[in-house]
């Protein structure tokens, strides 16, 4: 089972933020809150990652509380093409499971004109 | 950079035959990956590696085979394809197998199989 909850769903309306929860309130001192979204059927693309502290790239923000369960992706100004199913992902500690990915079910972020 | 390479895009399969499915990776990567998703199912492991000469199952590996015979290239093997693996298949890799290294995904294969 996933070890996150997200909305199954958001509304945004164009060029506004879109501020994405995840709850992850069962997180281990060394797993890390990934971020990745699905657009249509395409492969799952790469957004941001972290461990405790907030980051920032060219695509998002990710705020990550104090105490680590919980976390918020941020997309400062949203465009139609950022239309897309986001998931929050807790990455596994290496181990039996070897690095892999446990996809929940994601929240369908819709941009609005 | 041409990233995670999949190809065929599109495969229709009849039940008994068999095939492969191609990955490529040009980012040196260690780890490489197999997903399957079907609606309603997320994503699930399918087998993985993390080296050259070594691979492992994931969550489900029935009716599946690999090998990794060079750093660049995952081929994942339908030995005899049936209905039940009709779905959309992801490539995957990552430099490296901590928590610290992210996931890059392939545009993935669509398979029929009737």
């Known amino acids: 089972d996933a070890k996150t909850t997200q909305p199954p769903s958001m509304d945004c309306a164009e060029g506004r933020a879109a501020n994405l929860p995840c709850n992850h309130s069962?997180?281990?001192?060394?797993?890390?809150v990934y971020w990745y979204r699905q657009i249509h059927s395409q492969g799952p693309q790469y957004i941001i990652h972290?461990?405790?502290n907030n980051e920032t790239n060219e695509m998002a923000s990710l705020i990550i509380t104090e105490d680590r369960k919980s976390s918020t992706l941020i997309l400062p100004h949203a465009t139609l093409r950022d239309t897309a199913v986001y998931y929050c992902i807790v990455r596994v500690a290496i181990g039996g499971s070897q690095g892999n990915l446990i996809f929940g079910k994601g929240t369908k972020l819709s941009v609005k004109p | 950079n041409a990233g995670v390479t999949q190809t065929p895009k599109f495969q229709v399969l009849k039940t008994g035959q068999s095939m492969t499915l191609q990955c490529a990776q040009d980012m040196n990567h260690e780890y490489m990956s197999w997903y399957r998703q079907d609606p309603g199912m997320g994503l699930r492991l399918i087998h993985y590696?993390?080296?050259?000469?070594?691979?492992d199952q994931g969550e489900v590996p029935n009716g599946y085979n690999v090998s990794r015979s060079t750093t660049e290239d995952f081929p994942l093997r339908l030995l005899s394809a049936a209905p039940s693996q009709t779905s959309v298949y992801f490539c995957a890799s990552s430099y490296s197998i901590t928590g610290n290294s992210p996931l890059h995904f392939g545009n993935g294969t669509r398979l029929t199989v009737t």
């Open positions: 069962t997180i281990s001192g060394n797993e890390y």
């Open positions: 590696s993390v080296g050259a000469g070594i691979t």
């Open positions: 972290g461990l405790k």
